[in-house]
């Protein structure tokens, strides 16, 4: 599968942005997909997963209840919706898949096998 993330921008503090990972050449609903975003100069950072055929999710304990990740697996896209933004959310993020991860595994960014190509999000004002 390859992964082409977008949706990335400048935006102040307090708003809203939403990202997408489009998937093409293989069936999407395989693959538990993941976003990753990393600072700069600092490590890769999980923010959350979504299960193979959508309903299950998971999130980093610090991004809870403002980011949403959803999947559309008839548009083979997955979705991360960020509220609420904060300086600190500044960074790439990217959006990786691997069908055979396995769920003790999703945190770990070395895990995945396809990674998209990344959107930079910037939050200032």
């Known amino acids: 599968v390859q992964l082409q993330a977008s949706g990335g921008g400048s935006v102040q503090p307090g708003e809203s942005l939403r990202l997408s990972c489009a998937a093409s050449?293989?069936?999407?609903?395989?693959?538990?997909m993941a976003w990753f975003r990393q600072a700069p100069g600092k490590d890769r950072e999980f923010v959350g997963y979504?299960?193979?055929?959508?309903?299950?999710?998971l999130y980093a304990d610090s991004l809870k209840g403002r980011f949403t990740i959803s999947r559309d697996n008839a548009k083979n896209t997955v979705y991360l919706q960020m509220n609420s933004l904060k300086p600190e959310d500044t960074a790439v993020y990217y959006c990786?898949?691997?069908?055979?991860?396995?769920?003790?595994?999703?945190?770990?960014?070395?895990?995945?096998?396809?990674w998209g190509q990344g959107t930079l999000v910037t939050v200032s004002s």
């Open positions: 990786a898949a691997d069908a055979n991860i396995i769920l003790s595994s999703i945190r770990d960014y070395t895990k995945y096998k396809t």
């Open positions: 050449g293989r069936t999407f609903s395989n693959y538990r």
């Open positions: 979504s299960e193979r055929r959508g309903g299950n999710t």
